[in-house]
């Protein structure tokens, strides 16, 4: 029986626990999870309790393994092939697809409660249902998922880096390439310098940004932004970081990044800008935020919602893989910590401490 990390709610301790897998459907496949990243959207799911996710459930939704069966109907997968899971399920057909925004994805909306495309999952205990975050489960040895839900990848590529690619990769990366449309030569301040913006910065550098701007708090992920190619970094510790900015760039960069999504870091972006442009906002910490309307009308600049890098993944990941292969795209020094399904809570309290970039958990390396 294979074995996954269950989320009770009730603010009830994570617990490692046998389950039940049933066979894959019509257009799913089992895959066996190799390695599945902690983010922020797991914390926040476990620190609500769950609100609004079929109970009990398995955790995690970024994440690699190896197809070991498919259902009826699959094309272009088979056993053996190394996967990237995508946060959402991406149809290719409903008017978010062809319209030019993937991540909208009507069947992507499906799978928020934490359940396959058809409302149901196949995870079980004791012939009760078991919720799959994403509609995946990813915190789990085994799991079923809709074939829209992964992305065949070179197996050049080793699966605990490859996990990362799920979430925190694509997310940061397509803030700078989809979202802002950064250009080479261009300059780009990036705000909270964890997991995604990392990613951010080291898109920016891969399309050749002239000036990259890391702005945190935190000496230690300022630090690991210079690693992945910040040119200047800036913390409030040392002044107001919108004019840190706005000197070292003699008024402001092209594209600006909030990536921690508290009021504040929003504005600073908007204001972090020079008149034309743009900030991109991915974070979710706080609901509401204000800005200065000058700021928008007189200065032309535009505000951008980034949601999971705005990519059609099976173009996206395919494209990761090879700038990592090339020595372009670091994922290695993104994984800082490695954990077990039993040491999950490791990770978390690593995340809330800000010391790591990324934990991965090594399920089936
Ligand atoms: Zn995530
Ligand atoms: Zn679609």
């Not at 372009?328 to 995340?351: G, H, I, P």
Request: net charge negative; with cysteine; proline share 4%.
């Amino acid at each position: 029986m294979p074995r996954a990390v269950i989320m009770h709610g009730d603010h009830r301790p994570l617990t490692v626990e046998n389950y039940d897998l049933a066979d894959p459907k019509a257009h799913e496949l089992r895959v066996r999870i190799a390695a599945s990243g902690v983010c922020h959207s797991d914390l926040h799911v476990f620190e609500g309790g769950g609100v609004g996710m079929n109970l009990p459930i398995v955790l995690g939704h970024e994440a690699s393994g190896v197809v070991e069966e498919v259902g009826e109907g699959v094309v272009g997968f088979g056993p053996g092939d190394h996967v990237v899971f995508c946060v959402f399920p991406q149809c290719g057909n409903c008017r978010f697809c062809k319209g030019g925004f993937p991540t909208l994805c009507v069947a992507g909306q499906m799978t928020k409660a934490g359940t396959l495309l058809d409302g149901t999952t196949r995870m079980s205990m004791s012939g009760k249902p078991i919720g799959q975050m994403a509609g995946m489960g990813a915190w789990s040895e085994m799991t079923v998922v809709p074939d829209i839900s992964v992305v065949k990848i070179d197996k050049a590529i080793p699966l605990p880096q490859a996990a990362l690619l799920g979430c925190g990769v694509v997310t940061g990366f397509g803030a700078v390439t989809n979202v802002a449309k950064v250009q080479k030569g261009a300059t780009v301040a990036v705000i909270g310098c964890g997991g995604l913006g990392l990613n951010a910065i080291q898109a920016a550098r891969i399309v050749g940004a002239e000036r990259i701007i890391a702005v945190d708090n935190n000496q230690r992920k300022l630090d690991y932004a210079k690693i992945f190619g910040a040119t200047d970094v800036v913390s409030s510790q040392f002044g107001d970081q919108v004019q840190q900015v706005l000197d070292l760039t003699g008024g402001g960069v092209d594209a600006a990044f909030d990536f921690v999504g508290i009021p504040v870091t929003a504005e600073d972006a908007l204001r972090m800008t020079h008149p034309g442009g743009t900030a991109v906002c991915t974070g979710l910490a706080e609901p509401r935020f204000g800005f200065e309307r000058n700021d928008l009308v007189r200065g032309a600049r535009s505000i951008k919602g980034n949601l999971m890098g705005m990519g059609v993944f099976a173009d996206e990941f395919p494209k990761l893989v090879k700038l990592y292969l090339d020595g372009q795209l670091m994922l290695d020094e993104l994984v800082s910590k490695r954990v077990k399904l039993e040491t999950v809570s490791e990770a978390f309290d690593a995340m809330i401490a800000g010391e790591v970039a990324r934990s991965v958990i090594e399920i089936n390396v």
